[in-house]
């Protein structure tokens, strides 16, 4: 100890000198550091500490942009906004306290008529796609509630009531499989290309034309930057910067409204499952599509009460599946025009032959026999198709099983073959050909290889066909208008808010098929006559309309069901300008349930032009014209 | 005529009519570190009227008029603390220590508890947290058992009593619990202990045990279920090292502090100081005081601050090495590492390189005890300043 401990005289030694050098030392090296790291921050880093800072004050919140509406090709309203009140929870901001939480829950389960546990399961779902968002438990609330809610805040910390867009829908069911619904992206949506700068909780188009034309309808969202403190409250006067969001743009659609609402209001008369199509024959644009059951596309807004998803997706009847698209029948006879023109352009028949219908036809053993077994005697191709004799086209089908012509001409007319439709469905069709057949019979798949009666039933439009009103639509039109096969679509142009066109949708066609404009002239005869000639198949419907048309009825055999009713019609005869096509699951002949369907489009297709005749003046042609 | 010249070039301090200065002895005291001591307060009142400003609803300068208050009390004792021989402090060692360690007792039985920790008492107009005085009183009695044990026992038996009458306030403050002013304490001892010449060798052990202590609290003692520290200290102590893991938690606080700092960048933000306006800096008026400054000052105004800092402890050392006698030297030593200490700890805790342990920046800290015991210990090294200049001289000031 160095130490003195008299009170006179300087403390200092060496030792002590030392200690206190040390010490300064010490100190010095301590505000070095200081000085060099006060240094580093604000000055090396501090541009990215600045930024931090100003990010840390300010919360962006998205604005979602209203959707722009869809129109039918009139300009009516099919699909529009409206604002709704969302009740939303933000979980961040509910009790810490676990039985406090438990409570609230419980409180909001009885405010939006569900369980605490399916409020639990929602919360954790949502939060899973978007952590920091508020989640939606409930839309449309009423303003009782939100009066509640404001009263009783305290109750309820972290619950609050938003304004939201939702779809809205005048016309009900109208054209609901087109249309599609909105919904809140999924994660993996976000992923896909076509969805880059989408957020958690962002909606966009499912099914339908709000899928297929999102990116026009969808808008851009709006962002709100809010000064917050740190416990994330909006400080008074804190509105940053605010970019409105930009509304979607309007979809025109080709629909035609009167047509649509006449082929659903067709359908729903008889009440069976079924489809309809009606579709011009040059351009392929869709002017009413429809199928049924339909459903509410206004109740697929999510959250859905068990009842809605009972009803809808585990309904037997499949409301959600479009039939026009999705379906997959045999045709029946309305197979025949695509059967005559593949026999006539092979060489395999000509306009001048007489085949004898005998009432059947028998082919190695096995009998094939006229529908209703009638005879109707020495008939050419125009006769044929008059009074629909199976047999003349069971000999058709006969002559070409081995050289799969007919198989090529339905092909080329689009049949088993993706349509190209601008609907996001996958076309899965099937044309039965002797490959197909006997691949399967080599995989196992099937008894027996392709034989004869393969094709003369493929002929008639019966046996493996799998295909869909759209597909023989197309065939259709194929050919009314001398080759052309279209790509049917249902958009028909973009329009901004301020009603400027901004895009619009012609799709080109997917190829063109030579066919002999005389061989084309004998089928539309034969199908004008088979609607509205003396034996005519369906001249019980037609032979009264004022408008000539060409049509073909069809009764699908589908064992062990009822037979399905088929009807595709031409009109106007002889240079059409629409294909309809109606199809309805058990309707028995073609004649019975399905032509009077495709009636009714028709008159409301050429409703203008309709009331002109029965006031006796030469009018325009119909309201679609 | 040259001697008469001579004399009335330079006079005697004392002469016949001294002058007013004369009179309040201020020549004989340590002008720059009154000049830093003064600066650094007059500051914390200008920061804190600024920063604060309608913190508190219907009082807008509520912050900045205590501390204010404070700061001229503490100035004034500072003064008249200076004036008094601090060498009879060593004579009341033990009662000093007493009312030391009683007074942090009683904080126990008649003090109130602020966010789960009895620190303070509440007395009329303001309360009093015994163990800020404490910190300059420990230094006093401490240094006053140095000297006077200095020939008493081994020199190990010294270093053990030493650290046992330093430990035991220490000890009860840290069971206040107030674990920043109880390392305070920790360091006050060692550092009297150092300056009064405890064998380097003792200091290893001494090290040696601390580490091994660390390590037990830290992670033996949680590991056989006998937790020392409270969840949040130990959080705080640890959490530096990985400030930004959880932005929720203890690491938050350090991370905004730091943000806040580096935001203000050259020469800061001024009333755009949003990070701790905003409250993300949180106790933005006490131990965060420094966070605020670096964002509205910038680097300019933050290293301002540190400069008085470092001229403060700088003349501090300097009276270390100018007392008169050994008890100045240890008690001077002893309130340069306090200083030192809790400044280090303090902008340190601010910048992300030490950890949260509650202890405020001394005299820019909002907080009556804590500034009157900083100007306090100003007062004493004032002292030590003044008896060692006029014991040059060979004379007292009254």
Known sequence: ?625 | MYATRARRARPEPFAVHPGIAERLGLPYMDGPMAIAAIGLAAFSVFVLAQATLHDVPGDPYYFADRQAIYAILGVVGMYLLARVDYSRFRELRVGIYTFLCVSIALVFVFGFAARGSRRAFELPLFSFQPSELGKVLLVLALAGFVIDGARKGSEVQRTVRYLCLGLAPAALVFLQPDLGTALVFGAITLAVMYVGGVRWTHFAAIGAALVALTAAVLVAAPAIGVPILKGYQEQRLTSFTHPSADPANAGYQQNQAKIAIGSGEMTGRGNRATQTRLDFVPERHTDFIFAVIGERYGFFGAAFVLSLYALLIWRALRTVTLSKNSYGTLVAGGIAAMLLFQVFVNVGMNLGIMPITGIPLPLLSYGGSSVLATLLAVGVLQSIHMQARLGQRGRFAW
């Open chain 1, 1 to 625: 100890m160095y130490l003195r401990s008299d009170e006179r005289g300087p403390a200092m030694n060496n030792r002590l000198t030392l200690r206190i050098a040390i010490f300064g030392g010490f100190a010095v090296v301590l505000f070095a550091v200081l000085f060099f790291r006060l240094w580093l921050i604000q000055v090396i880093d501090g541009d990215k500490y600045l930024a931090e800072a100003k990010n840390n004050r300010t919360r962006s919140y998205r604005v979602s942009a209203p959707r722009g509406e869809i129109l039918d090709r009139n300009g009516n309203v099919l699909v529009a906004n409206r604002t709704s009140l969302a009740l939303q929870v933000n979980p961040r901001k509910l009790p810490a306290e676990e039985s406090q939480r438990r409570v609230e829950i419980a409180r909001l389960a009885e405010l939006t008529h569900s369980t605490p546990s399916r409020v639990r399961r929602t919360m954790r779902k949502e939060l899973k796609l978007a952590p920091a968002a508020p989640v939606t438990l409930r839309r449309d609330v009423g303003h009782y509630l939100v009066y509640y809610l404001k009263e009783n805040q305290q109750r309820f910390p972290g619950v609050e009531v938003q304004r939201v867009f939702v779809r809205d829908y005048p016309d009900g069911t109208l054209a609901a499989h087109l249309l599609g619904n909105v919904g809140e992206i999924e994660e993996e949506e976000l992923k896909e290309r076509r969805y880059r700068g989408l957020e958690p909780g962002d909606e966009i188009g499912q099914d339908g034309v709000e899928d297929t034309y999102d990116r026009y309808l969808r808008g851009r969202p709006g962002l709100t930057k809010v000064q917050v403190d740190a416990l994330g409250q909006p400080t008074p006067n804190g509105r940053l910067v605010t970019q409105p969001p930009a509304p979607g743009d309007d979809l025109k659609l080709t629909i035609d409204e009167n047509v649509q609402a006449a082929g659903e209001a067709a359908m729903a008369e008889k009440g069976l499952r079924g489809a309809f199509i009606t579709m011009d024959v040059h351009t392929g644009e869709i002017i009413a599509l429809g199928s049924y059951p339909t459903f509410e596309p206004a109740l697929l807004t999510p959250p859905l009460t068990q009842k809605q998803v009972d009803e809808t997706y585990r309904n037997p009847l499949a409301p959600l599946t479009d039939r026009a698209i999705s379906g997959l029948y045999p045709t029946g006879s309305t197979f025949k025009p695509i059967t005559a023109i593949a026999a006539l352009e092979s060489g395999k028949l000509t306009l001048s032959e007489v085949i004898e219908d005998t009432g059947q036809l028998v082919i190695g053993g096995q009998p094939f026999k006229n529908a209703g077994e009638a005879a109707n005697g020495s008939v050419d191709l125009v006769e044929a198709l008059e009074v629909s004799s199976d047999v003349f086209f069971y000999t058709l089908g006969y002559r070409m099983w081995k050289t799969g012509e007919l198989q090529r001409w339905a092909h080329a007319l689009g049949i088993g073959r993706p349509t190209g439709i601008d609907l996001p469905v996958a076309e899965e069709t099937l044309l039965p050909s002797q490959h197909w057949r006997n691949q399967l019979y080599r995989e196992g798949g099937t008894e027996r290889p392709w034989s004869p009666g393969d094709n003369v039933q493929l002929a008639t439009g019966q046996g493996d066909l799998q295909t869909n009103p759209l597909q023989m639509a197309v065939a259709y039109a194929a050919i009314a208008n001398g080759g052309t096969i279209v790509t049917p679509h249902v958009g028909m142009q973009v329009d901004d808010a301020a009603g400027r066109v901004l895009k619009e949708f012609a799709p080109k066609p997917r190829r063109h098929v030579r066919m002999d404009s005389e061989y084309r002239a004998a089928i539309l005869e034969g199908l004008h006559d088979a609607a509205q000639g003396g034996r005519g198949t369906s001249v019980d419907v037609f032979g009264s309309f004022p408008i000539p048309v060409a049509g073909k009825t069809g009764t699908a055999q589908r064992p062990p069901y009822p037979d399905q009713s088929w009807y595709g019609v031409l009109a106007p005869y002889p240079n059409p300008r629409i294909v309809t096509f109606v199809t309805m699951e058990e309707g028995g002949f073609g004649v019975e349930a399905a032509a009077p369907a495709a009636k009714k489009i028709l008159e409301a297709y050429f409703a203008h032009r309709l009331a002109h005749e029965a006031n006796g003046e030469e009018g325009e042609e119909g309201a679609g014209g």
